[in-house]
């Protein structure tokens, strides 16, 4: 819900300036989340986690790296779709006479 939410309000802001290229904008104003999913992966796997070896720290990295690039996928697709219904409602409002 944040991400749609940011995502609306970020193109909002970008169509008030007349800046009409809002399609991969909205896809990864929504898929940012993500950059902060494998920082706190990383922040987490040397604060808390005690990893003896390296091999280990790698994996862990490597997963949270494809679980991150999942994340930002799905987030980037509800931020683009959330926007995509806002712009066409917007759209639909406006009567051209």
Do not use: P
Not at 2 to 25: D, K, P
Not at 54 to 74: G, K, N, P, R
């Amino acid at each position: 819900v944040t991400c749609a939410e940011i995502s609306i309000v970020m193109c909002y802001f970008q169509l008030c300036c007349e800046n009409y290229h809002w399609w991969w904008r909205a896809f990864f104003t929504g898929g940012c989340s993500s950059l902060y999913v494998f920082l706190y992966s990383i922040y987490y796997a040397y604060s808390k986690l005690k990893m003896a070896r390296t091999v280990a720290t790698i994996m862990y990295i490597c997963y949270m790296f494809l679980v991150s690039c999942t994340f930002f996928l799905i987030t980037g697709s509800v931020g683009f779709l959330a926007t995509f219904m806002f712009v066409r409602a917007i759209y639909a409002a406006i009567k051209v006479d």
